[in-house]
């Protein structure tokens, strides 16, 4: 499986972005997708996590309430919407994938493919 994350960019305090991460392969439907975020000289940390079904999501305390996990399997496709951006948020955001799990996981080692990454920063 190939992740390609995108949809980062320059955004006021506030203010809202959606991020996705397009996968190929067919068995893509069958993965946990996690999302994780990695600001500088900081250790990537977990943010939001779906599984295969969409049955499960689970948020990081502190993005709960403001960042929505969703997927479209049919277009193999998992999204992360940001709302109500703070400076906080800033980062390199990651979408992983973990085959062979029924529900998602928090830890970035139970995740077996990785995307590139793409850059989030809330600024004025």
């Known amino acids: 499986v190939q992740l390609q994350a995108s949809g980062g960019g320059l955004v006021q305090p506030g203010g809202s972005l959606r991020l996705s991460c397009a996968a190929s392969g067919s068995t893509f439907s069958t993965y946990a997708v996690g999302w994780f975020r990695q600001a500088p000289s900081e250790e990537r940390e977990f943010v939001s996590a779906?599984?295969?079904?969409?049955?499960?999501?689970y948020y990081a305390g502190s993005v709960k309430g403001r960042f929505t996990i969703s997927r479209d399997n049919a277009k193999n496709t998992v999204y992360l919407q940001m709302n109500s951006l703070k400076a906080e948020d800033t980062a390199v955001y990651y979408c992983?994938?973990?085959?062979?799990?029924?529900?998602?996981?928090?830890?970035?080692?139970?995740?077996?493919?990785w995307g590139q990454g793409t850059q989030v920063t809330v600024s004025s």
């Open positions: 779906i599984s295969w079904s969409s049955y499960t999501q």
């Open positions: 992983a994938a973990a085959a062979g799990r029924v529900t998602p996981g928090r830890s970035e080692y139970e995740y077996n493919y």
